[in-house]
C-alpha cells in the first residue's frame, strides 16, 4: 500500500471515532475496582458493598444501571439502552431474586426490561406509554455517530427498538424496599419525566437520582418535562441532603459530592428567574451553564 493510500486510511478511520468517544475513559473510573462482565458491551464496576455500576461506555448515552444487593434480594436501577445482554451481566453478579426499578422510562433506561419478570412501575400514563415500547428515540440513538467502538456481534442496528415490558407492581412515594439488611426509599422527583425517582439508601447515605442529575448536561427540553415540577423535586432532595454521603446518577459516572445537588438547586433557580445568559445549542434548544452544572432546556 501506498504511504498516501496509508495516510487516507488513517484520517477517514480517525473521521469515524466521534468526539466524544475521543475523550473516554472518564479519568474517574480509574479510581473503581473493575469487576469481570461476561458481555463486552458493559463495563461493570464496584462502587461499595454490594453495590455495582454497569456501564455502557460504547454508545453516546453512556447509560449507567445500577445493581444494588441485600441479603434477600437484589435491585437492578435501570436497564440500560437494551443493545448487550445485561440478564448474563446481572446473573453474574448475583444470584438473588433481582426485581427493576426505573428510575423514569426514557427508552436509554428502559432497555432491557423486558428480560425480567418483575419489574416495577411508576403509577403515571408517561410509565404505561413507554411500557408498550417504542422505536423512534432509540434509531436516533444507534447511528455511527453515537457509536464507540463496535456493537455487539449480530446486533441489528435497523430493527433496533425498545421492546415492550409488563409493570408488575406500581410503586409510590415513599415506599421502602427491602433488600434485606439494606432498605431504599423511593423518592418520586418527576420534572425531567412525569415518572422521574430517585432512590435513596439511608444507612449508607447513597442518594441515586436517575437523570435527575448525573455529571453532565441534564436534558430538560423533551416535552415530557416539566420544569416547574423539577424545581420542586430538587427541593424535595435538599430536605435529605444532609444525610449525603454520595450522588450516583444514570449518565456517565457513578458517583459525586452532595454539593452537587445543592448547585443544582441553585443553577436551576438562576435559570428559572432568568438570571443566568443561556447559549443557544441545537435547533430549538438553549444551554445554561454555571458552577459545575449545565442544563439543556426548550429555547422559548
Ligand atoms: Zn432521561
Redesign the pocket.
Known amino acids: 500500500m501506498k504511504l498516501a493510500t496509508v495516510l487516507l486510511l488513517a484520517m477517514t478511520c480517525a473521521a469515524q471515532v466521534p468526539n466524544w468517544c475521543k475523550s473516554l475513559p472518564r479519568p474517574g473510573y480509574q479510581t473503581l475496582q473493575r469487576v469481570a462482565s461476561p458481555d463486552p458491551w458493559f463495563e461493570v464496576y464496584h462502587v461499595s458493598p454490594g453495590v455495582f455500576a454497569i456501564y455502557e461506555p460504547h454508545q453516546s448515552e453512556e447509560t449507567i444501571s445500577y445493581l444494588i444487593t441485600g441479603s434477600k434480594q437484589a435491585l437492578l436501577l435501570d436497564t440500560g439502552m437494551g443493545i448487550g445482554n445485561l440478564k448474563k451481566v446481572v446473573s453474574s453478579l448475583t444470584k438473588l431474586p433481582v426485581a427493576v426499578l426505573n428510575?423514569?422510562t426514557?427508552f436509554?433506561?428502559v432497555g432491557n426490561n423486558w428480560q425480567f419478570n418483575t419489574v416495577y412501575g411508576m403509577d403515571t400514563d408517561f410509565t404505561r406509554l413507554s411500557a408498550k415500547g417504542s422505536k423512534e428515540d432509540v434509531q436516533a440513538d444507534i447511528g455511527p455517530a453515537e457509536i464507540c467502538g463496535t456493537l455487539p456481534v449480530g446486533f441489528d442496528a435497523k430493527s433496533f427498538v425498545t421492546k415492550p415490558w409488563k409493570i408488575a407492581t406500581y410503586k409510590h412515594d415513599g415506599d421502602k424496599l427491602d433488600l434485606g439488611g439494606r432498605t431504599l426509599r423511593i423518592i418520586t422527583t418527576p420534572g425531567?419525566?412525569p415518572d422521574?425517582l430517585c432512590v435513596f439508601d439511608e444507612t449508607n447515605g447513597f442518594l441515586f437520582t436517575?437523570?435527575t442529575y448525573y455529571p453532565g448536561t441534564v436534558?430538560l427540553y423533551?416535552p415530557e418535562t416539566d420544569l416547574q415540577a423539577y424545581g420542586k423535586s430538587l427541593d424535595k432532595l435538599l430536605l435529605i441532603l444532609p444525610q449525603v454521603k454520595n450522588v450516583l446518577g444514570?449518565h456517565n459516572f457513578p458517583g459525586a459530592k452532595p454539593e452537587v445537588i445543592t448547585n443544582l438547586a441553585k443553577t436551576f433557580q438562576e435559570v428559572l428567574a432568568g438570571k443566568l445568559q443561556g447559549k443557544p445549542a441545537g435547533p430549538g434548544q438553549v444551554r445554561y451553564k454555571s458552577r459545575d452544572i449545565s442544563f439543556l432546556l426548550k429555547a422559548n
Do not use: Q, V, Y
Open positions: 428510575t423514569h426514557h436509554d433506561h425531567h419525566t422521574a436517575g437523570d436534558w423533551r444514570a
